[in-house]
């Protein structure tokens, strides 16, 4: 229809022409008729992803270097500082590794970059535990060319190719974009996604791949869920709260939720801070672009809607933030129970701070009967937040044991309400129990 055009030709990733805010009236009115349908039945992605990604790790978002080297520290990184551990098993590369196409159209990885070649790393990452995940593009082109001179190839022509490639490597993950001459050929959308889904799903030799589709949501609505086992539904996340706060209320108001198999990509975490713009890609430097406090939304509101939860940044160098957001125990451990759906928005808490700003309030049940909640000042000033209990589902009149999942503390008893604190651009989190 022509709606559906004029919203899909508003997104591209790596670039927007429109506001992403102004296309809410668009996709609401779309998701009217829109009915939820089965998830990806391939066996990937029963819990949703936890790891690393490349992009914004040597240097600024979007520069994206990658090598073999850089890609065997900070997985031997992840294995000794604890990540691994909770959970952060895959390594992402984005747009960073190939380079060309051989004569026969088989898709080569840059040998100046990793000159063991992709089957040897994925093979030595595999033996240290983790899966592993590469990018490409459903156009003749990728976003970016990682830092090189001149474009490179995409996987358009050579879909069932390449993921025979990918699975002749092992590959474990594949993140498809939507760049290239495909970009204004916004009626191809729901065919292309489609088509290399099924190349993704019936490879030779047989894998399983978790399949994630960069856009496909704008082009495939609730059907994505059929297609992919995980979905972009907005613009690219960049490390500034703009970007932030509107991924967050993009998927509020606009994403179809999470399920075993099936899982909405809110994009990559910026936790600490992308690299430095010019900085030597040895540098290991952080340049933030948020406040702490916003880092700790960013992680929160992700880890309620069970978006993968894939960190961009120099986990080589972890900076104080990192260390408080990244080892949250406790906020994993809920990311990973898939026995309750994921968090929904449940309206607004009172609010008092001296701008008109809300505090969005966002709950889940958990499978042991006690309830999740995040509350997000989106003032510029510090806010009191007053939280009532029975809008999150909370029994009437039931007393609840509170505790602060951020401060890792027990709080206390309280009976229908709780007021807290919350910083600007913070975010409260908080888990009610039963009181014995």
């Known amino acids: 229809s022509l709606l559906v055009a004029r919203l899909q030709a508003a997104m591209h990733s790596r670039m927007t022409t429109l506001p992403l805010l102004a296309m809410l009236p668009l996709l609401a009115t779309l998701l009217l008729a829109a009915q939820p349908v089965a998830a990806l039945n391939n066996g990937a992605g029963l819990v949703p992803p936890i790891g690393w990604s490349s992009w914004c790790t040597s ?25 691994q551990a909770l959970g952060y098993n895959y390594i992402v590369l984005d747009d960073c590794w190939a380079l060309s196409r051989d004569a026969q159209g088989q898709l080569q990885w840059d040998p100046e970059r990793f000159p063991s070649g992709m089957p040897a790393l994925v093979s030595q990452l595999h033996s240290m535990g983790y899966r592993f995940g590469l990018y490409t593009s459903a156009g003749n082109r990728t976003c970016s060319n990682g830092g090189r001179g001149g474009e490179i190839p995409g996987s358009e022509g ?27 050929e916004i009626w191809r959308g729901p065919t292309l996604y489609k088509q290399f889904s099924h190349a993704i799903n019936h490879t030779t030799p047989a894998r399983t791949i978790f399949f994630v589709g960069v856009a496909a949501y704008l082009f495939l609505l609730n059907d994505v869920t059929t297609y992919c086992n995980a979905w972009r539904a907005f613009t690219d996340h960049h490390d500034e709260w703009k970007t932030t706060i509107q ?12 399920r075993p198999g099936a899982w909405p990509d809110m994009d990559v975490l910026t936790t600490g801070g992308q690299g430095c713009a010019h900085a030597p890609t040895s540098s290991m430097v ?57 968090a929904r928005h449940v309206g607004t808490a009172s609010c008092s701070h001296e701008t008109s700003a809300a505090c969005q309030t966002w709950a889940r049940a958990m499978a042991d009967g006690s309830i999740v ?64």
Not at 247 to 258: E, M, N, V
Not at 401 to 425: C, E, K, L, Y
């Open 59 to 83: 240097g600024d978002c979007g520069n994206d270097y990658c090598s073999q080297d850089v890609v065997l520290q900070v997985a031997e990184t992840m294995a000794q500082n604890g990540m």
């Open 158 to 184: 050579h879909y069932v190719q390449d993921a025979n490639t990918f699975a002749s490597w092992d590959v474990d993950y594949v993140k498809l974009d939507w760049c290239g001459d495909v970009h204004d």
């Open 247 to 258: 991924t967050i209320i993009a998927q509020q108001d606009l994403g179809t939720h999470g």
């Open 286 to 342: 952080h340049c933030p672009g948020q406040t702490d406090a916003e880092y700790v939304s960013e992680y929160t509101l992700w880890a309620m809607n069970q978006s993968p939860l894939m960190v961009a940044t120099d986990v080589r160098n972890l900076t104080a933030i990192m260390k408080t957001v990244l080892f949250n125990e406790e906020l994993i451990a809920v990311h990973q129970d898939t026995r309750t759906p994921p």
């Open 373 to 436: 909640v995040a509350v997000l000042n989106e003032g510029d000033k510090a806010a009191n937040a007053t939280i009532a209990f029975q809008p999150l589902g909370w029994p009437s009149a039931t007393p609840a044991a509170v505790r602060n999942m951020w401060q890792h503390n027990d709080i206390g008893v309280f009976s229908d309400t709780i007021a807290m604190p919350i910083d600007p651009h913070g975010t409260v989190l908080l888990r009610l129990s039963r009181a014995s």
